[in-house]
């Protein structure tokens, strides 16, 4: 039961606003696509929690999400903003490879 009421934020905040894991990517869907199943499935993060989307520049994003990281031209991923709080207390549920 604790488990579900610590999700229960979570999961109003994702449907409310944005995915609070964002990816983004400059031109590789694919390798994006990759990170993203690195969350799910070595993470066990749900699906719904991350979301991708395509930019012309990953230097440019200013964002202030909960996890945003974005894969440039060059395969580098790159952190663009984290909130450690969420970090600590709400993805700490999922499981650590």
């Keep these: 039961m604790k488990f579900a009421i610590k999700l ?12 609070p894991i964002q990816i983004f990517y400059e031109d ?6 990759i990170v993203k199943d690195i969350f799910t499935k070595t993470y066990s993060i749900p ?4 979301s991708l989307e395509e930019v012309k520049n990953c230097e440019g994003l200013r964002n202030k999400g909960k ?14 903003s984290v909130d450690r ?3 600590s207390e709400s993805l700490k549920i999922f499981q650590a490879p």
């Design 85 to 87: 709080g969420f970090i």
């Design 8 to 19: 229960l934020p979570l999961f109003i905040t994702a449907k409310i606003f944005a995915s």
């Design 67 to 80: 996890l945003d990281v974005c894969l440039n031209n060059n395969g580098d991923l790159l952190v663009v």
């Design 28 to 33: 590789r869907p694919s390798q994006a696509q």
């Design 47 to 50: 699906e719904e929690l991350i």
